[in-house]
């Protein structure tokens, strides 16, 4: 079984910054990607980024593009999401997951593995 453990959630004013940390142990896997994604309240679960282990390429989604930004360390088993401009419709509930397998990069249902979330609250 694969575990991954979020943390560095918190509030925070606008235009502020936080970095996210996610954390994987467990059975060995081949963590083809690791994800980001977020939930807000009576709202879907919605794709944040992305990261490729092998060459490293990112995904962003629009509303967080030059704004946020993957990260991952391998040897530590750790991915980073730095947020910065902080804006209050970033609040939510981030989850770290992760996937064995290319395809949609954004799909949900694509990730076999998450965490258990952190919160995140922009105030205004």
């Known amino acids: 079984q694969v575990l991954l453990a979020e943390s560095g959630g918190g509030l925070v004013q606008a235009g502020g910054s936080l970095r996210l940390s996610c954390v994987a142990s467990?059975?060995?896997?081949?963590?083809?990607?690791m994800g980001w994604f977020r939930q807000a309240p009576g709202k879907e679960r919605e794709f944040v980024a992305a990261?490729?282990?092998?060459?490293?390429?990112?995904y962003y989604a629009d509303s967080v593009k030059g704004r946020f930004t993957i990260s991952g360390d391998n040897a530590k088993n750790t991915v980073y999401l730095q947020m910065n401009s902080l804006k209050p419709e970033d609040t939510a509930v981030y989850y770290c997951?992760?996937?064995?397998?290319?395809?949609?990069?954004?799909?949900?249902?694509?990730?076999?593995?998450w965490g258990q979330g952190t919160q995140v609250t922009v105030s205004s």
């Open positions: 997951a992760s996937r064995d397998y290319s395809g949609n990069y954004a799909a949900v249902s694509q990730y076999a593995y």
């Open positions: 467990g059975r060995a896997f081949s963590r083809y990607a």
């Open positions: 990261i490729f282990w092998s060459g490293g390429s990112t």
